[in-house]
């Protein structure tokens, strides 16, 4: 069964930062691509970023309005997935998630980056991450 758990969501001030975990397992995580999606609120899942199995920025895909101030990265030996918000913004207010990718590179999503389930809903339960002064 695949579990994703993800950690690291809180309440900050605008242009502060966070760091948050997503915890995988139940499938073999270095053979499949991941990705972080959001939900802001009234809004749908929203892809913000992507990375294939093999990690680095060379494997490593964003949206074009978090480019730049997120970073996604990947431990494969911990199976475990990590995105880096930096400079965040009130407009980043959302629940994060973690989502296992149906294959090993990361799907296409074009703008506005609705996010598309390709895994039977291999997705954690979310962290929420709140930006207000």
């Known amino acids: 069964e695949v579990r994703l758990v993800e950690s690291g969501g809180g309440l900050v001030q605008p242009g502060e930062s966070l760091r948050l975990s997503c915890a995988a397992s139940g499938f073999v995580f270095n053979s499949y691509a991941m990705s972080w999606v959001r939900q802001r609120p009234g809004r749908g899942l929203e892809w913000i970023a992507g990375?294939?199995?093999?990690?680095?920025?060379?494997?490593?895909y964003y949206a074009d309005h978090v480019k730049g101030r997120f970073t996604i990265s990947r431990d494969n030996p911990k199976s475990t997935l990590y995105l880096q918000l930096d400079s965040l913004g009130r407009e980043d207010t959302a629940v994060y998630y973690c989502?296992?990718?149906?294959?090993?590179?990361?799907?296409?999503?074009?703008?506005?980056?609705?996010?598309?389930?390709?895994?039977?809903?291999?997705r954690g339960q979310g962290t929420q991450v709140t930006v207000s002064s």
């Open positions: 990375i294939n199995p093999g990690g680095g920025p060379t494997n490593s």
């Open positions: 989502a296992k990718e149906g294959g090993r590179i990361v799907p296409i999503y074009p703008p506005p980056y609705a996010y598309k389930d390709y895994s039977n809903g291999a």
